[in-house]
T-cell receptor, first 113, second 114 residues
Framework: GENVEQHPSTLSVQEGDSAVIKCTYS??????FPWYKQELGKGPQLIID?????GEKKDQRIAVTLNKTAKHFSLHITETQPEDSAVYFC????????????FGGGTRVLVKP | DAGVTQSPTHLIKTRGQQVTLRCSPI?????VSWYQQVLGQGPQFIFQ???????GRGNFPDRFSARQFPNYSSELNVNALLLGDSALYLC?????????????FGQGTRLTVV
């Protein structure tokens, strides 16, 4: 089955700096890679996603890159703000397995003002 | 438009009891998936339903069951509760099943088994 590894588990950055979270996946059949932000007491919120036919996608201060050959993908947050503090999860989906998302272990991001 | 709604938000049950959790997907979405999130971990897939049919099942015991209704809402049932079932149970709604479409989560039901 699919396995998703996420690093680092915690990340502390100064406000205005960039944050990078990396994930690797095991199943080459994975073709959809969403990223979720989860704040305390809330459900995961979809913030950006990328499909296997695209190498990079950007939405304002966040961007995601995908390297299918190496089977890894990354989330980049630029100009971090205190409200970016949360737990971030990467996930991978295998089309043949329906809409089952396999999640990484999460990264707790703290943006220090 | 309303997002994914789950009820109840919190629940406390005793070991051995049974529990039913409910989920209403986003209007127009026909697929509902259930996930279990233990504190400090990522969500783990339990079930996916599309058009009232089970489309996927995760590695959970038969004590876990679910169903989807004609209006696409869904229930997750857990029998013979164990302490280890304490977790945040998340429902995700997506437009279609079996395709790589966006999944949107509800706020979850926090289940505590004592």
């Amino acid at each position: 089955g699919e396995n998703v590894e996420q690093h680092p588990s915690t990340l502390s950055v100064q406000e205005g700096d960039s944050a990078v979270i990396k994930c690797t996946y095991s199943d080459s059949a994975s073709n959809y890679f969403p990223w979720y932000k989860q704040e305390l007491g809330k459900g995961p919120q979809l913030i950006i996603d990328i499909r296997s036919n695209v190498g990079e996608k950007k939405d304002q201060r966040i961007a995601v890159t995908l390297n299918k050959t190496a089977k890894h993908f990354s989330l980049h947050i630029t100009e971090t703000q205190p409200e970016d503090s949360a737990v971030y999860f990467c996930a991978a989906l295998i089309k043949a397995a329906g809409n089952k998302l396999t999640f990484g272990g999460g990264t707790r991001v703290l943006v220090k003002p | 438009d309303a997002g994914v709604t789950q009820s109840p938000t919190h629940l406390i049950k005793t070991r051995g009891q049974q529990v039913t959790l409910r989920c209403s997907p986003i209007s127009g979405h026909k697929s509902v998936s259930w996930y279990q999130q233990v504190l400090g971990q990522g969500p783990q897939f339990i079930f996916q339903y599309y058009e009232k049919e089970e489309r996927g099942r995760g590695n959970f015991p038969d004590r876990f069951s679910a169903r989807q209704f004609p209006n696409y809402s869904s229930e997750l049932n857990v029998n013979a509760l164990l302490l280890g079932d304490s977790a945040l149970y998340l429902c995700a709604s997506s437009r279609a099943g079996g395709r790589n479409t966006e999944a949107f989560f509800g706020q979850g039901t926090r289940l505590t088994v004592v």
